[in-house]
C-alpha cells in the first residue's frame, strides 16, 4: 500500500506542482544536476522534516487516543506557514483528491473522522495529514510513513525536474539513491519533534513558490 500512496502515477494532482522549483529553473537559480541536488537535500532537513513531515507524525501521536482536535491544530500550525498562495491550494486539493481515492482503492480505511471534520471546518484536509492518516489506519509504522513521505516529496521534485531541465534518467535515479538515505536521516529529525514546533527556514523557495504566479510560461500549477 505505501508503494502505490507513494507512486507518482497516482491520480491526486501531484505531476501537476512543482511547489516553485518550476520557479528556481526558469530564474537560472538552479542550472545543474549539482545545484538541485544540493536545493533537495536543503528542502529534505530545513523544510520537508520539520513541517509536512510532523503532521505525518502527528497521526500516530493523536489519532489511535482520539485526540483529533490536537491534530487537526497540529495540521493548521504547519499549513498556515506556507506562504505562497497557489502551495497552499495545491496541499489542499491533493489532500481532498487523495481522500476521495481512499474511499475507492481502500475501503478497510476509517475516513469518517477526517470527513466530518472536514464538513465542519476543523481540519484543511491537507495532503500529509490525510497521507498519514491512510498509512496509519492500514497498520503502516510510524516511522516507515515518515521516511514514506519523504521519500515522496524528493521522488516527485525530481520527476519534476525531469521535465523542466536537462538532467536524464539515469541522473535521475542517482541522486533519487544518494537521498534516500538522507530521508532516513531526516526521519530522525521528524520523530525527535513535536509537530507544534514546526519550522521552515527555506527563503529561497519560498519566495519561488510566491513569484511562480507571475512566470511568464508555466508548466506546472504552482
Not at 491534530?71 to 491533493?94: N, P
Not at 503502516?140 to 524528493?154: C, D, F, M, N, T
Not at 521534485?157 to 531526516?186: C, W, Y
Amino acid at each position: 500500500m505505501l508503494q502505490q500512496l507513494l507512486d507518482s502515477a497516482l491520480p491526486i494532482g501531484g505531476f501537476s506542482h512543482s511547489f516553485g522549483l518550476e520557479t528556481l529553473i526558469q530564474e537560472g537559480g538552479i542550472r545543474s544536476a549539482a545545484d538541485l541536488e544540493q536545493y533537495l537535500r536543503a528542502m529534505l532537513e530545513q523544510s520537508w522534516a520539520t513541517t509536512d513531515a510532523l503532521v505525518v507524525s502527528a497521526v500516530y501521536r493523536d489519532a489511535p487516543a482520539g485526540e483529533y482536535r490536537r491534530l487537526w491544530a497540529a495540521e493548521r500550525i504547519v499549513h498556515v506557514q506556507r506562504i505562497g498562495t497557489e502551495t497552499r491550494s495545491g496541499m489542499e486539493k491533493m489532500g481532498r483528491r487523495l481522500l476521495a481515492l481512499a474511499a475507492s482503492i481502500y475501503p478497510g480505511c476509517r475516513m469518517e473522522e477526517l470527513e466530518k471534520a472536514y464538513r465542519e471546518g476543523e481540519c484543511l484536509l491537507t495532503h500529509p495529514l490525510v497521507f498519514g492518516w491512510i498509512c496509519w489506519q492500514s497498520g503502516i509504522g510510524r516511522e516507515q510513513a515518515v521516511q514514506g513521505w519523504l521519500y515522496g516529496s524528493i521522488s516527485n521534485a525530481v520527476n519534476s525536474a525531469l521535465r523542466l531541465m536537462a538532467i536524464g534518467q539515469t541522473e535521475a535515479q542517482r541522486m533519487l539513491a544518494l537521498l534516500s538515505a538522507d530521508a532516513g536521516r531526516a526521519a530522525g529529525i521528524t520523530l525527535g519533534m513535536e509537530p507544534e514546533e514546526a519550522w521552515s527556514n527555506m527563503p529561497f523557495a519560498e519566495l519561488a513558490m510566491i513569484r511562480h504566479e507571475t512566470l511568464y510560461s508555466r508548466l506546472f500549477m504552482s
